[in-house]
């Protein structure tokens, strides 16, 4: 009874912040202006939703954009703490192994605005780096505000950031394998390599899964403070996500009604992300997020 007493002011905040919000979703049915009340909007059904594919290549456009990111990130960026965790676990001075894991998880902590400004002032065409290259009569490198560029600079940023923090949570299932599993494979004769694919790879696999299939719940959210504060060098073309077109069509146009259709959207395709994943590690025999 204590404990549930405990955990009210949460369940009351997560009702109060989280789900009552999901009622106003109801706009992406109306052509909905600020100065109304919600049942005073016209209700123009699914127009709006007609609107994001029939008649917005900006959407299409930031669409595509998320699409490409999601897919980097998911492939590229969310299996970086898994090795990163295993490289840390196989150094032998605990000493070293917790400063580097202090070093890499630090960043974690820095704001996007913080991040950003380190990006620029390393990579910035008058940054650390082209300074070095002018001083030594070289040809500077053109990074910060190429929009070829542009997808690359975020996927490096993200992983500086954030793998690190991830690497945390991989290092804390590999303390909990038994180390008499190591001990033995030893004695029977197995290379380090052989015990990392045969004991530490299979004991990661299940929080490795239930990462997986969190990460894909927010595969469309890639990034909103990161790459708004980035937009104006590069152009909307490279650097329009669905979220930044939410805030530049839907907020800062007076498009409430099309941009909360398009929000929900995304919120949809992540539900169905999240479901379907649970359903395939349930056939490959792990629990995922929620049971059966």
């Keep these: 009874m ?6 009210l002011p949460g ?9 009552v919000p999901l009622l106003g979703n109801v706009i992406a049915f109306q052509d909905y202006q600020p100065y109304l009340e919600i049942s005073e909007a016209p209700f123009v059904g699914l127009s709006n939703f007609s609107f994001l594919w029939d008649g917005n290549p900006d959407f299409r456009n930031a669409l595509w954009n998320t699409i490409v990111l999601t ?3 998911t492939v590229l960026v969310f299996p970086i703490p898994l090795v990163l965790a295993l490289v840390l676990n196989s150094l032998a001075g605990e000493r070293l192994k917790r400063t580097l894991q202090s070093i890499l998880y630090l960043p974690h902590f820095l704001s996007w605005v913080i991040v950003v400004a380190l990006f620029q002032q390393m990579l910035g065409n008058a940054g650390m780096l082209n300074t070095f290259l002018v001083q030594n009569d070289l040809p500077i490198v053109q990074i910060i505000g190429v929009p070829e560029l542009f997808k690359a600079l975020l996927t490096s940023q993200a992983i500086w950031k954030d793998a690190g923090w991830g690497t945390i949570l991989f290092l804390a299932a590999i303390s909990r394998i038994d180390q008499e599993q190591y001990e033995a494979a030893a004695v029977d004769g197995a290379n380090a390599r052989q015990r990392m694919f045969s004991i530490t790879l299979p004991a990661l696999k299940g929080l490795f899964i239930l990462l997986l299939i969190l990460r894909l719940g927010s595969s469309l959210s890639v990034g909103f403070e990161q790459i708004v504060l980035q937009q104006g060098p590069v152009g909307l073309q490279a650097s329009e996500v669905l979220d930044t077109w939410v805030y530049n069509y839907g907020i ?3 498009n409430w009604g099309v941009s909360a259709a398009a929000g929900l959207v995304k919120g949809l395709v992540g539900v169905a992300l999240v479901i379907g994943a649970n359903k395939l590690a349930h056939a490959f025999g792990e629990r995922g997020v929620y049971e059966k």
């Design 11 to 19: 369940g009351i905040a997560l009702v109060l912040f989280h789900y």
């Design 71 to 73: 897919v980097i990130q």
């Design 252 to 254: 800062l146009g007076g």
């Design 2 to 7: 204590l404990i549930l007493l405990l955990g």
